[in-house]
């Protein structure tokens, strides 16, 4: 079942908020590397989000 998220509009910019779930879930802090992809499919965009896995330091 897909998560539906509304936009947050702030200061002239419009923002995707990320649940605190979904943050948990895939690792996202503050200074992770998003990138984002826009995919055109018929009538429809699809917003592709890729994001960094953590690194884990090995001693």
Do not use: W
């Not at 947050?8 to 690792?27: C, K, T, W």
């Amino acid at each position: 079942m897909p998560l539906r998220i509304r936009p947050v509009q702030l200061r002239g910019s419009v923002y995707f908020r990320v649940p605190n779930d979904i943050a948990d879930l895939v690792e996202i802090h503050k200074d992770t590397d998003v990138t984002l992809r826009i995919e055109e499919q018929n009538d429809r965009f699809l917003l592709v989000y890729c994001i960094r896995k953590s690194q884990v330091p090995t001693d």
